[in-house]
């Protein structure tokens, strides 16, 4: 980004990301699928949404409120922001949190065959 000064010099500066998060909290969440099965090696990313008091939908996926944590890192990771990877095939657990709220997404990996 560049900008001025008052004497009309020329400065630059790194952008910066504001989050802007929905005040109040949902009454629930959800995620946009009921479990996951993927291949070993393979990426998936979750959607959650936070259904408010009005009804409002929010997704809130990459929310700062938002934590994701396997039960079975060996079998499935899962980032900060949601997105799931099979790591070796078997059945995990991801529990995802926003504030006091939270739900459990069941994973199953399955083995990609071996291509020769």
Known sequence: MAGATASGDTVYSDPIE?????SGKPRKIQSEWQSVTLGDQEDLPLLIWGVFPDESNIDVT????????????????????????????????????????SIIVPVVITQNPVRE
């Open 18 to 22: 504001v989050d802007i998060e929905r």
């Open 62 to 101: 990459r929310s700062t409120q938002t934590s994701y944590t396997s039960d079975r890192p060996a079998v499935a990771e899962v980032s900060s922001k949601g997105s799931v990877s099979g790591v070796g095939a078997g059945k995990a657990r991801i529990t995802v949190k926003y504030g006091d709220r």
